[in-house]
Nanobody, 121 residues
Framework: QVQLVESGGGLVQPGGSLRLSCAAS????????MRWYRQAPGKQRDFVAS???????AYEDSVKGRFAISRDNAKNTWYLQMNSLQPGDTAVYYCNALIKSGRDTAYRGYWGQGTQVTVSS
């Protein structure tokens, strides 16, 4: 059974920073792509950032230059460093990954439970 667990959310003032972590555990053979999404109240879940096994990254336009995604392959963990946070960044942040476990013959998508990020003075 593969599980993703996020941590690092919280309340921060505008202009502040937070670092989210997502740790994957279980019988993991390989992780190809790791992503972050966010969902604000009353809105759909939107893509924020991704990083592939080769290290290439992609970002949603509004977070470019402020957020940075990284990964530690040895720990099956990836991170989202969020700087210059704005009230519009307030949302529940979810991690997502395509993972091949010891029980699977193909990659499957997994989600974390979400972590709340609130940007407010």
């Amino acid at each position: 059974q593969v599980q993703l667990v996020e941590s690092g959310g919280g309340l921060v003032q505008p202009g502040g920073s937070l670092r989210l972590s997502c740790a994957a555990s279980g019988s993991i053979v390989s992780i190809t792509i790791m992503r972050w999404y966010r969902q604000a109240p009353g809105k759909q879940r939107d893509f924020v950032a991704s990083i592939v096994s080769g290290g290439s990254t992609a970002y949603e336009d509004s977070v470019k230059g402020r957020f940075a995604i990284s990964r530690d392959n040895a720990k099956n963990t990836w991170y989202l460093q969020m700087n210059s946070l704005q009230p519009g960044d307030t949302a529940v942040y979810y991690c997502n990954a395509l993972i091949k476990s010891g029980r699977d013959t193909a990659y499957r998508g997994y989600w974390g439970q979400g972590t709340q990020v609130t940007v407010s003075s």
